[in-house]
């Protein structure tokens, strides 16, 4: 995969995360509808990352956004560098973990 994929792909889904985010706070649950599509991204990242890289791009997704907490959180890495902080960040970390 290169990184213009990857960026292709983080935007896509970063717009499907905001558009359902949206529609739920509308209060209309799409849970149902859109479950077969998250098992097939899912299966597609697991054919293309290792675990630790889906786990990277599951929280700069789905955690980092923090719509529960009205904030974005950070993630560090082993030298106290601030990781996944956007696409190219997450791009450099997830990379190592390709399969």
């Given amino acids: 995969m290169t990184?213009?994929?990857?960026?292709?792909?983080?935007k896509d889904l970063e717009q499907i995360r905001e558009r359902?985010?949206?529609?739920?706070?509308?209060g209309i649950d799409?849970?149902?509808?859109?479950e077969p599509y998250q098992k097939v991204i899912t299966h597609?990242?697991?054919s293309v990352f290792k675990?630790?890289?889906k786990d990277w791009i599951d929280w700069y997704l789905y955690e980092r956004p923090g719509f529960n907490l009205g904030e974005t959180l950070t993630a560090f890495?082993?030298?106290d560098n601030e990781i996944c902080h956007n696409i190219f960040s997450l791009w450099q970390t997830v990379n190592p973990y390709l399969k």
């Fill in 3 to 10: 990184y213009e994929h990857f960026e292709t792909i983080i």
């Fill in 20 to 26: 359902s985010h949206s529609i739920h706070k509308l």
């Fill in 30 to 34: 799409l849970l149902e509808y859109e």
């Fill in 44 to 46: 597609l990242l697991n």
């Fill in 51 to 53: 675990p630790e890289g």
């Fill in 77 to 79: 890495d082993e030298n």
